[in-house]
């Protein structure tokens, strides 16, 4: 995390090791830092993909361009009026209720399904294709099978619940329902990372902690809450990042299925800052919408990963 | 040749002061190695650690104040420049 860090790390601390020590360190007390340059390609990738990009974006923010020679200075203006737009707010609340529905709903089904599926035998690998087939769908695709399938006259999923189960059930036409459709799609397209990173995570654990639970006669329960869940910690904090800043920046499914609507109902601040940067081409507000976007997402991450890490030190 | 990324001055004086930031702290930390602590925050974080929660506490107490105040941005700089200075020191 600290740059300062990363200066530090290429060194070889000597200090005042005993003459034996010294000697099988030789090599290292060169202090041959040539390795840096191994890491050079990376900075320059990420320079040219990201850095400069930003760089550019953080100039965009704070000017009107018409074009790079006719641009005019306007300094926080942008920021003002996108941090006070209703659309914007309204947006970035609806954004972070459905983080946080994701993370409630997929983490703990995640978990759920990572612990009963088989940890031996031929069901190991049907289970692993069963529960890894939603990931291999693409964004748009997923989102296509969901606008068809939540229909209630020509989709399964909409007709069952229409007819058989007597709801009244249109997502074209009632915001929560168009809200529900995304959530469940969402969940379904995502809760089978979870569950592989847990299940991971649970087969990662040395069996002699199960044999000494099973002669405490711990409950299942107890194996879970005392064995498996503190184990499962690292892939978690993955997890949950993962999926954070995924359903945060949700995009494309909504896009298919509602396009946002109806109404405003599953406008996302991904789909309202499309609208505004490549719909009206209004890219000195769009900059700085990205910005204060790209703020929120570090923020969060940051406090997720700290909790997440260092809570239990 | 860098016409493209429509440059302006403001911008181009923060993005050197950020670039002079990370030399400053590269050099200070070839000259003292950072040392993690635990203070305020309740975390162990090194002075880089530091720097990073630094920036983006001033970033969203300026993001905060477009938001909601109608106050003089100087001031917003001056508080966002207090609270890194704080989490610099103590945190």
Known sequence: M??????VAGEVVTGEAPAEEEASRAPLKRRDNRAWWLVLPVVLSVAFTAVIPLMTVVNFSVQDVFSPVDRVFVGLEWFQSISRDPEV??????????????LLLEIPLGVALAVVMPRRGAWVSVALVLVALPLLIPWNVVGTIWQIFARGDIGLGGWTINNVLGINFNYTLDPADAWITVLVMDVWHWTPLVALLAYAGLRSIPEP??????????????????????????????????????????????????????????????????????????????AAFSLLYFLIVQVFCYVFFTVLTRSGR | MLDWMVWTVPTALVFAGLALLLVVMAVWARLSPPVAR??????????????????????????????????????????????????????
């Open chain 1, 89 to 102: 707010r309204a947006a970035l609340v609806r954004t972070l209720l459905f983080s946080a529905q994701v």
């Open chain 2, 38 to 91: 635990r203070g305020f925050l309740r975390i162990e974080t090194d002075r880089g650690d530091r720097l990073y929660i630094g920036l983006i506490s001033a970033a969203v107490v300026l993001a905060g104040w477009i938001a909601i105040s109608d106050l003089s941005m100087w001031l917003a700089l001056g508080c966002a420049l207090l609270v890194a200075v704080v989490i610099g020191i103590w945190g």
């Open chain 1, 2 to 7: 600290s740059v300062a860090g990363g200066q």
């Open chain 1, 209 to 286: 902690y199960f044999q000494a639970a099973q002669i405490d006669a711990a409950s299942a329960w107890a194996t879970f809450r005392h064995i498996q869940l503190p184990r499962l910690r690292g892939v978690l904090t993955i997890a949950i990042l993962l999926r954070f800043m995924d359903s945060f920046m949700i995009y494309t499914e909504p896009f298919v299925v509602t396009g946002g609507g109806p109404g405003n109902a599953t406008s996302f601040l991904s789909i309202l800052l499309s609208k505004i940067a490549v719909g009206q081409f209004d890219v000195g507000p769009a």
